[in-house]
């Protein structure tokens, strides 16, 4: 059974920085693709980023280019999201996703989701 764990997410000021982390758990993901998406209340959820270590391609929303980063530390399973520069719209519940490939994520095909962790710039 496919395991992924979400955290690091809390209230920031505007500008700020924050990293999440994905903890990925019950099978080897070493050749999947890992990815976030976000959801604000009453919006859909929106595709944020996704690497794929076996093909060595990122993808980023427009929105966050320049200023999200994500990584991976495949000895721990474990993706992350390095945010800077937040900015009040950003406040949404991020959620990490696994697939074999970056098109699966962001299709949003995977039934591989995190629980989620909320992130709050505050203004």
């Known amino acids: 059974q496919v395991r992924l764990v979400e955290s690091g997410g809390r209230v920031v000021q505007t500008g700020g920085s924050l990293r999440l982390s994905c903890a990925a758990s019950?099978?080897?993901?070493?050749?999947?693709?890992m990815g976030w998406f976000r959801q604000a209340p009453g919006k859909e959820r929106e595709f944020v980023a996704a690497h794929s270590w076996s093909t060595f391609t990122t993808v980023y929303a427009d929105s966050v280019k320049g200023r999200f980063t994500i990584s991976r530390d495949i000895a721990k399973n474990t993706v992350y999201l390095q945010m800077n520069s937040l900015k009040p719209e950003e406040t949404a519940v991020y959620y990490c996703?696994?697939?074999?490939?970056?098109?699966?994520?962001?299709?949003?095909?995977?039934?591989?989701w995190g629980q989620g962790t909320q992130v709050t710039v505050s203004s």
């Open positions: 019950g099978r080897t993901f070493s050749n999947y693709a």
């Open positions: 996703n696994a697939a074999l490939t970056i098109a699966t994520i962001t299709r949003r095909e995977s039934p591989y």
